[in-house]
């Protein structure tokens, strides 16, 4: 053997003792830091809703039959008061948008009637434009809102589409007019 190929292999084996330590210390490091980015997403989530629902004492989720591992999804919160009235329900939605799937959270009346707020969690939308749907003033055309206006104005709604974006904002619709449908059909 030469000396260049017994230079080869030692270089290849600190390459490969490296990249093995590296792969022991991610492995190490990617269940506590997964548990911690659950619970700070559970908290944040925790904050959007009392934010939309700031009159709310509780959010009780409302979930899903558990799957054959035990699982179950939540599929949204009703929001109560004090005394344990329904005085709203809250929700988390992903809809497909332009770039990318967009999550939206949103709240709506325990009577169905009106829209409480919306939020926009995240998105991959244009930057400068479809990213818009994150503004102030598109967010809060869907404060107090009636259910029955939640379409955007080019179809007779009272969403104003955001300009050259209307991709995204109507995305943004679809989700809190399906999710609304949906927990409606839910409750009845």
């Known amino acids: 053997m030469t000396e260049s190929n017994k230079d080869t292999i ?3 084996g600190k390459l490969v003792l490296v990249s093995m330590f590296a792969a022991l210390l991610l492995g190490l490091t990617f269940i506590p830091t997964s548990e911690q980015l659950e619970q700070n997403m559970i908290a944040a989530q925790k904050e959007i809703l ?3 629902v700031p ?3 509780n959010f009780e ?3 899903e039959a558990e799957d054959a591992e035990g699982q179950s999804n939540i599929l949204y919160y009703r929001a109560v008061d004090g005394s344990g009235n329904i005085i709203a329900y809250a929700f988390f939605k992903e809809q497909s948008g ?3 799937p967009i999550v939206v959270a949103g709240a709506v009346d325990s009577s169905f009637s009106n829209v409480l707020g919306m939020d926009v969690l995240s998105h991959e939308e244009t930057p400068g434009l479809g990213s818009k ?8 055309q869907f ?16 969403i104003d589409a955001i300009t050259g974006a209307s991709i995204s904002s ?6 809190m007019d399906s999710k609304i449908e949906e927990i409606e059909d839910a409750e009845a």
């Open 10 to 12: 030692v270089v290849i």
């Open 50 to 52: 009392s934010e939309l």
């Open 55 to 57: 009159e709310a004492q």
């Open 61 to 63: 989720p409302v979930e």
């Open 98 to 100: 332009s770039q990318g």
């Open 133 to 140: 749907i994150t503004s102030t003033d598109f967010r809060s």
């Open 143 to 158: 404060e107090d809102v009636p259910v029955s206006q939640l379409e955007l104005s080019s179809s007779g709604g009272s």
């Open 170 to 175: 109507k995305a943004v619709v679809d989700a």
